[in-house]
């Protein structure tokens, strides 16, 4: 096995709480699994899911995670959150209202967004920049679903992979924002649980050899719906059949099967915090920070 590289590629491992009633255990096992690796994450909140399961969010916070948000109630059975269309003060309400959510749950504001769906636009970095936010997470760069998913536009496709400073006419292009853009990973499909459970290990693997071509840095998101069965939870009538159908608790096992072939990829595993933008001059080496120590960590496999 080859040595570790003084600069080591970062996994950001991600998690989006949609607003799913009994999804809550979902959350439960993945943070129980990020403890398992010593793993450092971070989770994105809807509003409605952090003002119902505070206890949660103040979970997350204490054992280290980035919090983040993710709209106010997609997910759930009101019409889902359109970051791409709905005008300046309907997105400024979603975002406002999720984040007191999710800092009255936790006690510390949060400064990163992912919008639902990865659906966005020069108007939501208005807002997250007038909000007091520092990072996103949902420009689609190089990923189009070919009508499988809900990324079916091409708006974004050729913005940078590597984190970014978008620009405020045109997010697919570097500008002077304040706001860091870490474009969630894809290869065309996503580097997501879904793509992961139908695929399988082998060609996520590949898809991640590709794009470590070009980045660093892979971004990995999953969804506490995804590992309770469905008969368990709540969902919309839109929710497909084919979704629900792949939600089981044995989809932590493609998780950490995954974990496992990053790591020993030597991949490190950090806070979306810890991203830098491209366009920054940072000289200082890429570690994944813990509290009281700075030092690159390399884990074994899970523990039986």
């Excluded at 970062?10 to 999804?23: A, E, K, Q």
């Excluded at 809807?46 to 983040?68: I, K, N, S, W």
């Excluded at 003060?89 to 949060?110: C, F, L, N, S, Y």
């Excluded at 420009?139 to 496709?157: E, I, T």
């Amino acid at each position: 096995m080859p040595a570790p590289s003084l600069f080591p590629k970062r996994l950001f491992f991600t998690i989006d709480c949609d607003w799913v009633p009994g999804s809550q255990k979902g959350l439960e096992a993945l943070l129980d699994c990020c403890e398992r690796y010593r793993m450092t994450g971070t989770v994105f909140f809807t509003g409605r899911f952090a003002e119902t399961y505070p206890d949660l969010v103040r979970t997350c916070y204490e054992r280290g995670h980035q919090l983040g948000t993710h709209g106010w109630a997609h997910g759930g059975l009101e019409q889902d959150e359109d970051f791409r269309a709905a005008d300046y003060e309907q997105q400024r309400d979603w975002i406002r209202r999720a984040t007191t959510a999710v800092e009255k749950a936790a006690g510390v504001r949060p400064v990163i967004f992912r919008a639902p769906n990865l659906w966005i636009s020069e108007t939501t970095l208005r807002v997250l920049e007038e909000e007091g936010y520092l990072y996103d997470s949902s420009v689609p760069a190089r990923r189009f679903d070919l009508g499988f998913g809900r990324v079916h536009y091409l708006k974004y496709f050729w913005a940078p992979t590597e984190p970014y400073r978008p620009c405020g006419t045109d997010l697919s292009r570097p500008g002077d924002s304040v706001i860091t853009e870490v474009p969630p990973s894809a290869f065309m499909l996503p580097i997501n649980l879904a793509t992961l459970r139908v695929l399988g290990l082998s060609v996520l693997g590949k898809m991640i050899d590709w794009i470590s071509r070009t980045s660093r840095q892979v971004v990995f998101y999953c969804h506490p719906s995804e590992f309770v069965h469905a008969k368990d939870q709540q969902f919309p009538r839109t929710m497909s059949k084919w979704n629900r159908m792949g939600m089981r608790p044995g989809n932590l096992a493609l998780v950490e099967d995954l974990i496992d072939h990053l790591f020993e990829r030597h991949f490190v595993a950090a806070p979306m915090i810890d991203a830098s933008s491209s366009e920054l001059d940072l000289t200082e080496p890429l570690v994944l920070r813990a509290e009281g120590f700075t030092e690159f960590v390399f884990p074994s496999r899970r523990s039986s």
